[in-house]
């Protein structure tokens, strides 16, 4: 009953220092639940997270630092200021080396399907954590699953506007403009391509951005239409910008599609 009773509350632990500083902190139970608005705001920033069982354990990754949460008995945290990973050469693995005045932290994030061992839920990330606090001999070793929570902003209909830094006209498109409906909480898509309506899936990372798994109706085009060009261009996206209300996406080739909501 005790174990259930950590599970419930994992999601509210709060992330207790800022960038500038790392901290090796306990925290008791009531101190988590007081502050649980703090981190419904806290959650906005957050690109990556992931938890496990046995000890319980969460990780949380945002743009100003890590946390990362474990039990004994009570509840600790672990806070230091972001770093760059280390990419893997063959895979899409990532791997993080922390070192602060408080311990030694390793993570690697690796893109493969991992189910949690108690609810059965699969995320699309394995995760290990190796922690090692003050002058601890050894590393003690966390596993668990994860996900990146993919940019909040993206969710809205966008309409197609310039292509590869052209504006668009009924010239290109005469049934219509391309547009996208991003749901950011399926990580779907679907839209109208200029032509045939389309879906798809949408791929998320940090200051990445992918549309796959691309499916369109199949109606005759006029020749002049530029729906396979929108579509070549779409389905080679590697990176998106958000700005005064436009949505830029890019590919490395450097062709460009901006859509405004």
């Given at each position: 009953?005790?174990a259930?009773f ?15 500083k ?45 946390q990362?949460?474990?039990?004994t008995?009570?509840?600790q945290?672990?806070?230091?200021p972001?770093v ?5 050469q063959d ?7 922390i ?7 390793n ?23 190796e922690?090692?606090?003050?002058t601890a001999?050894i ?13 909040a ?15 668009i ?19 779907h898509?679907?839209?109208?391509a ?6 798809g ?9 992918r549309f ?9 085009c ?7 060009d929108?579509?070549k ?19 490395t ?9």
């Amino acid at each position: 009953m005790k174990a259930a009773f950590l599970f419930v509350i994992l999601p509210w632990i709060v992330l207790g220092c800022n960038a500038a500083k790392t901290t090796s902190t306990v925290k008791e139970p009531t101190d988590i639940v007081s502050s649980s608005r703090q981190a419904l705001n806290q959650d906005q920033i957050i690109y990556f997270r992931a938890a496990g069982n046995e000890p319980f354990w969460s990780l949380k990754i945002s743009d100003t630092g890590f946390q990362f949460s474990y039990f004994t008995s009570k509840i600790q945290t672990f806070n230091a200021p972001l770093v760059a990973p280390i990419a893997g050469q063959d895979a899409n693995v990532k791997r993080y080396r922390i070192v602060t005045e408080s311990g030694q932290m390793n993570i690697q994030i690796i893109q493969n399907d991992c189910k949690d061992s108690m609810t059965g839920v699969l995320s699309p990330y394995t995760v290990e954590v190796e922690l090692k606090l003050g002058t601890a001999p050894i590393f003690i070793t966390y596993k668990g699953c994860g996900e990146y929570i993919t940019d909040a902003r993206l969710h809205d209909t966008w309409i197609l506007e310039t292509m590869n830094r052209k504006p668009i006209g009924n010239d290109d498109f005469s049934m219509g403009f391309p547009r996208l409906e991003i749901n950011t909480k399926s990580n779907h898509f679907y839209g109208f391509a200029g032509c045939n309506g389309m879906s798809g899936s949408v791929f998320f990372e940090k200051e990445v951005l992918r549309f796959t798994k691309i499916a369109t109706t199949r109606k005759m085009c006029q020749t002049q239409n530029k729906e396979m060009d929108f579509i070549k261009i779409l389905q080679s996206t590697s990176s998106y910008e958000l700005s005064n209300g436009k949505l830029i996406l890019r590919n490395t080739s450097g062709e460009e599609l901006i859509f405004k909501k």
